[in-house]
């Protein structure tokens, strides 16, 4: 009775004060309540909060006759992140586990979140991409990182032209091209700046790069004489992810870009503000002070430092540091405006004979000002300024008649013939045409090819050296079809490597790089003929599940479930998703394998590796694609080339 009488008297209290707001009399006037009273309202109010969500989120779980399985509760307002940040791979093993019926459920930061793991709903929802079934939702700033136009984030007529114009970048003829890049060219930058060192002569651009860049690893790493007390008890190694990182990154734009990155502090400058997107797709999407968002927002001397040193060529005269060559400093170094990076119309479209061909600042005042740039739009910007130019002048050597000898050209000759087709219609040209869209489709090109590919040569390694009769088998059919192990390697010869091909596929299969792609429900959507997802719910199909679905034995690393007398690979094609589905099924898939193979032919025939465990070593880390917890690799050679 005593505790019935006490909310009484404090509920009385509040109507009391409601009662008077607005009546004109001052406040002081007023019998304000207690902080009892306050307290119990605000506790009643968040326990009201907590339980109407979890109610919502069992509305939502109800399909007919069944709830989708799952957590028992979700965590109140941030459901599974945290256990997702601690302990990401564990976390979505349990998903799956849940998904019993193919579908399980969970929260993620108060959003309804359904995971796929049946082959036949992940290809279901990949099917669909509209602003009236599901989008993609690939991170918080993705579209801030990536640009609004970005290909990932298109859909309906524009996006279906759009990837209609990319088919010549792929036939057979610009596949056979882009492993033979210009035999003895003999050009290596940034990681690989020191080949001649090694003794390396430069045979093809595709591979080249990679043994160089291992052994340069090796090297290194064994300089270094690092030591992990405990499980080694001191000695030499290296972890390889990054080297491997960047010399992917150099082939990607040796690959897609060719001649047209052909100035070597361009490629530095390039190559930095290509791992600053990267790495801002790695960052907590949250701003506050100290967070990596919040430093690539403030402050003008940052702007200077990243954004000039990306961007504007350093000038003597000041003694190296960047400022506009066209507009004085007025007391200091000038940062550059967001429409500067940022918009296309204050890119440099083309060569500017008058600064030898580098990119100019443009001419308008800032108009009030500068104006902070986050890391993401710096380095986009900058990326975009050297691609913009790289379109440009394919252009002029295509319309010149030389042959292509980059994915750029091939897809130019595609635009130009676009674009006359147009003209002679009497209708515009497609968007896509323009110098400025078409560096954007390359930067997604080079983007998309980064980290998925990364993950998987980490993986390659990582697998032979866990599995060594397989690479003995690699060896053994490299050493048939190729005598000479230092000749190129050709487009014919690739297509012969049967079993090299088997392990690649089996990789990706064992090893999705990209396990998941978040999609989001803009209208209900039907999953199932008894569950139909709520408007506003992440919807996230597994790649990797489903490659575990169907394949015999699915946990184990088996190249020879590919061959001739298992044929899993056509026995359960509809269970390989690695490369999509659908309206963004993707289109560069031949050439992703062949850098693979060719990776692996080369690195087999030319070194030898063991791998440098820890109590880790069987972890897997998310980052986002799929990497090893480590991958330390001592190396020696094998074969060394003359």
Not at 353 to 366: E, F, I, K, L, W
Not at 370 to 391: D, E, K, N, Q
Not at 472 to 497: F, Y
Request: aromatic share 8%.
């Amino acid at each position: 009775m005593n505790q019935t009488s006490s909310w009484a008297e404090e509920t009385s209290g509040l109507t009391y004060l409601l009662g008077h707001i607005g009546s004109g009399r001052p406040l002081s006037e007023l019998s304000m309540p207690t902080s009892s009273t306050v307290c119990a309202i605000g506790g009643a109010t968040l326990l009201g909060m907590v339980a109407w969500e979890q109610v919502k989120f069992r509305i939502k779980r109800q399909g007919k006759g069944k709830v989708l399985p799952g957590p028992r509760s979700a965590v109140p307002f941030l459901g599974g992140i945290v256990e997702m940040v601690r302990d990401p791979y564990g976390f979505w093993e349990r998903q799956r586990l849940y998904a019993t019926t193919g579908l399980s459920w969970n929260s993620i930061i108060g959003r309804f979140t359904v995971f796929v793991t049946d082959p036949t709903l992940v290809r279901h929802v990949f099917s669909f991409n509209s602003d009236d079934t599901l989008l993609l939702d690939l991170h918080p700033s993705s579209k801030h990182i990536l640009g609004e136009g970005n290909i990932a984030f298109m859909h309906g007529p524009e996006h279906r032209a759009l990837r209609s114009s990319f088919k010549p970048m792929f036939t057979r003829a610009a596949l056979a091209v882009y492993v033979l890049k210009q035999p003895g060219r003999g050009k290596t930058c940034g990681p690989l700046s020191r080949a001649n060192s090694l003794g390396f002569t430069a045979r093809s651009s595709l591979d080249v790069g990679r043994r160089v860049g291992l052994c340069r690893a090796h090297r290194m790493a064994s300089s270094r004489s690092t030591s992990r007390g405990g499980w080694r008890g001191g000695g030499e190694i290296g972890e390889i992810r990054d080297y491997v990182r960047e010399l992917n990154a150099q082939t990607s734009q040796e690959v897609f870009s060719g001649v047209y990155l052909d100035d070597a502090e361009e490629r530095v400058r390039f190559g930095r503000a290509y791992m600053a997107m990267t790495d801002a797709f790695l960052s907590v999407p949250i701003c506050f002070p100290g967070t990596n968002v919040w430093k690539g927002r403030k402050g003008r001397l940052f702007i200077v430092e990243v954004g000039a040193a990306l961007v504007v060529p350093p000038n003597p005269r000041t003694g190296g540091r960047a400022r506009c060559p066209s507009q004085p400093s007025h007391g200091g170094p000038r940062s550059l405006s967001l429409p500067t990076l940022a918009r296309g119309a204050a890119l440099v479209v083309s060569p500017n004979p008058r600064t030898g061909g580098r990119a100019r600042c443009p001419s308008q005042p800032s108009h009030g000002g500068p104006r902070s740039l986050s890391l993401p739009t710096l380095a986009r910007g900058a990326t975009l300024v050297v691609l913009t130019r790289a379109a440009a002048r394919s252009k002029e050597s295509m319309k010149a008649g030389n042959t292509p000898t980059c994915l750029l050209d091939f897809w130019t000759i595609q635009i130009l013939l676009e674009m006359r087709e147009a003209e002679e219609a009497g209708v515009p040209a497609p968007a896509y045409t323009t110098n400025h869209k078409m560096a954007y489709s390359v930067m997604d090109f080079l983007f998309a090819s980064q980290d998925a590919s990364t993950a998987s040569l980490v993986w390659t390694m990582t697998q032979m050296a866990e599995h060594p009769e397989v690479l003995q088998k690699v060896r053994a059919e490299q050493q048939q079809l190729r005598p000479d192990l230092h000749a190129p390697i050709t487009g014919d010869v690739l297509n012969s490597m049967v079993y090299t091909r088997q392990v690649v596929k089996e990789i990706l299969r064992f090893r999705p790089p990209a396990p998941m792609v978040p999609q989001v429900a803009k209208q209900p959507f039907k999953l199932t003929d008894s569950y139909t997802a709520p408007k506003g719910s992440f919807i996230v199909p597994s790649i990797w599940a489903a490659a575990m679905h169907g394949y015999e034995d699915a946990t184990r690393f088996d190249p020879d479930r590919f061959g001739p007398e298992r044929q899993e690979d056509i026995k359960f094609a509809n269970n390989f998703l690695v490369f999509g589905w659908g309206p963004h099924y993707c289109i560069g898939k031949e050439y992703a394998q062949n850098h693979l193979t060719v990776f692996l032919a080369r690195i087999a025939t030319t070194l030898d590796w063991t791998r440098i465990r820890s109590p880790v070593s069987d972890n897997i880390l998310y980052l986002p694609t799929l990497y090893p917890a480590d991958s330390v690799f001592n190396l020696t050679w094998r074969n060394k080339p003359q």
